[in-house]
């Protein structure tokens, strides 16, 4: 049968085999989704091994092998041409294998399920790495009205908008953003901030006034960042957990050829954080 798996260092956490799992119930395709420790600084050598299997048709990748696999593969999508990184690897029959990032997309159709984004909606995404970087193409593709990117270190934030030749991009320091206090209707934190709970230096007054607030980081309760939102009465708030189902999804859609649903899954990982 088909095998797939995931990539990651650490990868112990991974929910990455469950969701797939019961995205190939759900499709009724047979195949196997195993997670793999990835060795850092031998991440092709790991790469090369899956595949030198027959029935390895395809992997994702995770933190922090993202950007080496961009390298290791023999052609780009565009999404992953824009994102400089890589989460989704298939492949092909000329024998080389595609790169693909299908994490904007996953954070798009989450942020359209819950109703937070809109075609003339301004965007405030907080961070300038990886997460963000990965997400500013398919969001400029929505056709937004403004999308800022504030970052600790400005000239990260502004030398990720010149990557995009975009009048809609500014990059801005915490700074600029807290004495503008604009009216956004969608705040994205990009950074893993909430990880090590802490908060990025956003003012509460741009907070609170905010429509929406969307972390891209999951854990059983609140993350500090949603909490703080809804102590400063955000009403529409949401964690990653769709965002990490949503790529999900679009990868085995690349994969399979078939589009799995969302819902069922999204649903029961939530019971089981
Ligand atoms: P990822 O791939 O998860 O985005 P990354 O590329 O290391 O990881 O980027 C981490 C992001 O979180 C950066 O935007 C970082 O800001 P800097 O570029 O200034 O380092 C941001 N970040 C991390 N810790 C932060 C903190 N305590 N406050 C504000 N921003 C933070």
Redesign the pocket.
């Known amino acids: 049968v088909d095998r797939y798996a995931v990539f990651g260092n650490p990868i112990a956490q991974s929910k990455s085999p469950t969701i797939h799992q019961l995205f190939a119930l759900q499709t009724e395709q047979d195949l196997t989704y195993d997670k793999i420790l990835g060795q850092v600084g031998g991440f092709s050598a790991s790469l090369a091994g899956f595949f030198a299997d027959p029935y390895a048709k395809g992997c994702n990748v995770t ?2 092998f ?1 950007e080496d696999a961009a390298n290791w593969v023999t052609e780009l999508s565009p999404a992953a041409q824009a994102a400089g ?1 890589v989460n989704t690897i298939s492949r092909l029959d000329n024998g080389g294998f595609r790169g693909d990032n299908t994490d904007g997309q996953g954070l798009v159709v989450d942020l359209e399920n819950q109703q937070f984004l809109f075609a003339d909606s301004n965007v405030l995404l ?8 990965g997400v500013v193409l398919p969001l400029l593709q929505k056709g937004l009205a403004s999308l800022d990117i504030v ?4 000239v ?2 502004i030398s990720l908008c010149d990557r995009f030749n975009d009048e809609r991009l500014s990059g801005k320091s ?1 700074e600029q953003v807290n004495r503008e206090a604009k009216h956004y209707d969608l705040i994205v934190n ?4 909430s990880l ?1 709970n ?4 956003l003012s509460e007054e741009v907070i609170s006034r905010a429509e929406h607030i969307y972390d ?1 980081v999951y854990q059983s309760a609140d993350t500090i960042f949603i909490a703080k939102a809804k102590q400063l009465d955000v009403k529409k708030t949401s964690d990653g957990l769709g965002m990490l189902v949503g790529q999900a999804a679009y990868s085995f859609f690349l994969w399979r050829g078939v589009m799995p649903k969302i819902q069922p899954v999204l649903d029961k990982l939530r019971v089981q954080l």
């Open positions: 933190m922090p993202k990184a907080i961070g300038a790495g990886g997460a963000a970087k970052n600790r270190t400005q990260k934030a915490f990009c950074t893993s901030t090590q802490e908060l990025p230096p891209m």
